[in-house]
């Protein structure tokens, strides 16, 4: 079976990538490659930070792998906080909540509540670069409602949803959120050349 790392140390993220290459692919995390360091992320895009991630894995141990870089881009706010997301607000014990709280405090007296998760996959396959990008369209909610998921979930009402994500669940949310979407055009790549390559 064609093997392929994961740029990341989030254990959940690389459930959720298991959860959907795993019958094609063996996905190996850098925990099985013996790699702990923190990888660097200082690129100015979302493109920029995946591209920096999987090639450091790459040009260290010179396997075919992949990272992501997701961004929440608020209309109103011209597309911010975008490759910031992370760190919205000042460094905090709980960024997730400080982050969500600065948004509704900016958003306060904003009528136009449009907003998208988006993902950038990078990946590096004998160092050739290919990119998928995955949406999903929203609004921002005036409160937080809901107790699941993380980050920005509580506040982010996907488009055709009364519900935020922290309220639909995480079985749901996987199926249509921006990271599935961007796996999803992985997965079809990889499953085309796994067909091509048994053809
Ligand atoms: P990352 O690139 O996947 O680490 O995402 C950067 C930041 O975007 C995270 O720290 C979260 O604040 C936010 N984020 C990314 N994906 C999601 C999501 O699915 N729900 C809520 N927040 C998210």
Known sequence: MKKLVVATHNAHKLDEIRHMLGDRLEVLSLTDLGCSEEIPETADTLEGNALQKARYVYEKYGCDCFADDSGLEVEALNGQPGVHTARFAPPSENQAEANTQKLLSVLREEPNRRARFRTIIALL????????????????????RGLGGFG?????IPKGETLTFAELGSDYKNQISHRANAVKKLYEYLSLQLTETQS
């Open 152 to 156: 920005y979930d509580p506040v982010f």
């Open 125 to 144: 396959e004998g160092g050739v670069p290919h990119l998928f990008e995955g949406i999903v369209e929203g609004t921002i909610a005036t409160e937080k």
